[in-house]
């Protein structure tokens, strides 16, 4: 991709992209570092890019950076050994920490405290708004899967607000 | 036995339903399953709260630094691409992207494509220096109140919306330029008279969204209100004196 194309998607897209981003990795700095290495991706030509760039593409591009992005050594040990146990800090259970948080910290803990595809799932259509069909696409599965992936993340963050 | 079967099979489509993304004979047997199964009717409640309590969250702000060299060959790109788009004869696009309204619908206080610049205002301001001709609904379902005023701009033109909500409703009034559009995005769309308004009903997924023009204005409607009520805060609307 040229220049001004990469230009335009980042003006179409960005703030939407670096947005999935940021909620599904739960951090500013690795949501900046994976959307701009798209970027750099995309100019350097290393991507491959269909015909018609569209959203669901581009959410896939960005899904993909973040699992890649999770699978290097460093976050791994950054991350822990269970999403969950993100939300602990040792003392507390994830259940105590976010009784103790305001109700939009415990959502975001528990946000993140969801399985990696739930979670994408999730944010993509109940933050983003994105269709069933163009989740599909984005998440290379099929409308029922979609569907029943948003059932389990739904229902787990309903519970743990709950408590 | 027969039922059980049908658990395991339908169960899975209980947020699809819930957003109302099914239709025909699946919507059927979705309906009907739900309507005898205990467990599914448990399930679609957490699914729902699940659901509610993001669509009422405020999502982060986009705020953040770019700053290196991959950013600064973007950003001469787009200094370039604005001088060609200024100096190209070709008129450009405006139309404001569906998605705009669904999200301010969902609270998120962003900016979608093409939308530039969005600011939380007082209805006082926007009175005193209104962007445009704004009309204002004489009569709205009581408990419901004027609650939030925003500013949004394109590149080009700016709109003011206006957000009337309680006892759980939302109804958004969006007015804008006639010549800035509304981007259906695909999203099937369909013909509705709102007091005797030939208005375009846009089927998105969790709000009703409603489009017309009138009087050089482009009116967009966000909102979970019956088709009555609507009507009736419609045909109330009057030009606010300044």
Known sequence: MCGPQVAALNQAYHDALYRFARLFLGNAADAEEVVQEIYVKLLEQRAVVPETVSRAWLYRVVLNACMDFRKTWWQRRREGSSALMMMGDGKRTPEQVVLESESSEGLRLALQGLPRRLRATVILRDIEGISYEDLASALNCSVGTVSSRLNRGRKILAKVMQR | ?242
Not at chain 2, 48 to 69: C, P, S
Not at chain 2, 210 to 237: C, P, Q, R
Request: aromatic share 10%; hydrophobic share 45%.
């Open chain 2, 1 to 242: 036995m027969k039922r059980w079967m049908d658990h395991f099979v339908l169960r899975r489509w209980l947020s699809a339903y819930a957003d109302m993304q099914l239709h025909g004979t699946l919507l059927e047997r979705v309906r009907s399953h739900i309507a005898s199964c205990g467990f599914c009717q448990r399930d679609l409640v957490g699914i729902k709260n699940g659901r509610d309590l993001l669509a009422n969250w405020e999502t982060v702000h986009v705020a953040q630094r770019r700053v290196d060299w991959g950013w600064m060959a973007a950003a001469a790109a787009v200094i370039i691409a604005v001088l060609a788009i200024r100096w190209s004869p070709v008129p450009t696009v405006h139309a404001m992207d569906v998605n705009f309204y669904a999200a301010q619908f969902r609270s998120a206080g962003y900016c979608s494509y093409p939308c530039t610049s969005l600011v939380e205002t007082s209805f006082e301001a926007v009175r005193a220096s209104a962007p445009l001709a704004l009309q204002y609904p004489a009569r709205m379902p009581s408990s419901i109140v004027l609650s939030r005023v925003i500013r949004y701009r394109t590149q080009q033109y700016e709109g003011v919306g206006l957000l009337f909500a309680g006892t759980g409703k939302r109804f958004w009034i969006f007015e804008q330029p006639e010549r800035l559009s509304v981007a259906t995005n695909s999203l099937p769309t369909g013909p509705i008279l709102i007091c005797g308004r030939e208005c375009t009903r846009i089927e998105c997924a969790q709000v009703r969204l409603l489009n017309w023009t009138k009087d050089g204005l482009s009116f967009v409607v966000a909102t979970d209100l019956e088709k009555n009520d609507v009507e009736a805060i419609v045909a109330s609307l009057r030009r606010l004196k300044s």
